[in-house]
């Protein structure tokens, strides 16, 4: 691939990780809703959604995850065509600061952010379909 078609990929790929970190966002949103109305369902039908909705944030994650690694290997692409001398390459890596010739890979506490946000969209999913109390109960 080109410099150029390197850059199209990786604005297309920044692209369709906005559009998952807003159906993410969106998504929680419509759990906790979605949570409210089967309040009084019985236990089963509650736990299926539950499941359902675990499924989604699952999916959405490794989505998300997926995307990002696509977007970091195309970043160490260009990196090392920055390394052998493009200069279109050494452009964009100096003007987001990446090391030029480096592999690129997320921040670790980018890493450990995504994990603990998991961990907290998958332990309210659970309280609010099995033990949540809403009020007018």
Request: hydrophobic share 55%; glycine share 6%.
């Amino acid at each position: 691939m080109s410099e150029i078609e390197l850059l199209t990929s990786m604005q297309a790929n920044r692209a369709i990780f906005v559009d998952y970190v807003l159906v993410q966002t969106l998504m929680a949103a419509v759990i906790v809703y979605i949570a409210y109305v089967f309040r009084k369902l019985p236990t089963l039908i509650k736990a299926a959604a539950m499941v359902g909705s675990v499924i989604s944030i699952l999916l959405v994650t490794f989505f998300a995850t997926g995307t990002q690694t696509v977007f970091y290997a195309t970043a160490t692409t260009m990196s090392e065509m920055a390394g052998n001398g493009s200069e279109i390459a050494t452009s964009f890596m100096d003007s987001v600061n990446f090391p030029v010739g480096e592999p690129v890979s997320q921040p670790g506490w980018m890493s450990a952010l995504s994990l603990i946000q998991l961990v907290i969209n998958l332990g309210v999913t659970v309280y609010i379909y099995m033990f949540a109390t809403w009020g007018d109960e």
